[in-house]
């Protein structure tokens, strides 16, 4: 049974609402995330996998918007007298083909961001095995993704987004959303902040790599605390899930936007002259390490620490 804590036509004007001021962000973001990817860079030196991930993001976000603001017109004035239960009924019915649509966009940009994360603990760690877990999370996320959208679309008019066995599948890819972002940010974070601490000792000029560090950790948060606070509505059948899960898609763009551009950031403040040298003239073996996890998250060649 729903809570009447918020109706549902006015979580979903609200939910709208939040998000168009998010998306706005969202696409000022994409826009720096862009410049920073090509300023200065040659066509061959762009990271096109990158690029084709912000690309995915923000054409995912402006999708989803769409479908809500479709949504919305068709509840509240398009079928705002004829639909039986009003605005409130149309928002309420799971059957609608806008409802599933919108469902499975928020589905597809919460797999590829997942993955994205996943990917960077692969590439900055030495052990394979530190991402099994993140990986096995992540591919549970795929599971229970599909099962939610499979019991949507088989759903009846009647069905409750909150009824088993379908608010079991959702709660379970909430879960696991959650527990795989904090885990391989945590994971990438600690990973930075290691190459930063072994060397502090020969650094000569103030760390490049904090910063990256603060936004990666400034990004989890946000998108975890967003995650978390969706789960509890859930939970307690409270339709400002509907806000907080349609605000969840403009923030995973920019959380993901953000750490680009600060990374981004750093690169420009770094010249030859930063790095530290070995006796012999080349780059230490650690600021060669740090190279790479800037390289890792941002630039197009990419390759792994073997240390």
Not at 18 to 43: N, P
Request: charged content about 10%; hydrophobic content about 50%.
């Amino acid at each position: 049974m729903t809570s009447n804590v918020i109706a549902l036509d006015s979580a979903n004007v609200l939910s709208t609402s939040l998000e168009c001021i998010l998306y706005g962000f969202s696409v000022l973001m994409f826009m720096g995330t862009i410049w920073a990817l090509t300023y200065k860079c040659r066509m061959q030196d762009i990271n096109r996998p990158i690029s084709v991930v912000a690309i995915l993001l923000f054409l995912m976000s402006t999708a989803h918007i769409v479908v809500d603001i479709f949504r919305a017109e068709e509840g509240l004035v398009k079928y705002r007298d004829t639909f039986p239960g009003g605005p409130a009924g149309f928002f309420g019915d799971i059957t609608q083909k806008s409802y599933a649509t919108k469902h499975a966009i928020c589905l597809l940009q919460t797999l590829l961001a997942d993955g994205v994360v996943t990917y960077r603990c692969f590439v900055v760690w030495p052990c394979v095995w530190v991402i099994i877990v993140p990986s096995l999370l992540w591919c549970g996320s795929v599971v229970t993704g599909v099962a939610v959208n499979y019991y949507i679309a088989q759903a009846s008019s009647s069905t409750v987004i909150f009824a088993k066995p379908l608010g079991q599948w959702i709660t379970a890819f909430v879960v696991l959303t959650i527990t795989n972002n904090l885990l391989s940010s945590g994971l990438l974070a600690y990973r930075i902040w290691v190459i930063d601490r072994n060397s502090s000792t020969i650094r000569a000029t103030k760390s490049t790599l904090m910063p990256i560090i603060r936004v990666l950790i400034d990004a989890a948060v946000l998108y975890s605390a967003t995650l978390i606070t969706t789960l509890i509505c859930f939970l307690c059948s409270n339709n400002g899930q509907i806000v907080f899960l349609d605000m969840a898609v403009p923030i995973m763009a920019i959380t993901f936007y953000m750490v680009l551009i600060r990374i981004a950031i750093a690169r420009q403040t770094r010249s030859p002259s930063h790095l530290s040298t070995a006796p012999s003239g080349t780059p230490s073996e650690i600021e060669q390490g740090k190279l790479r996890v800037s390289a890792s998250l941002y630039s197009k060649t990419v390759s792994r620490p073997t240390e």
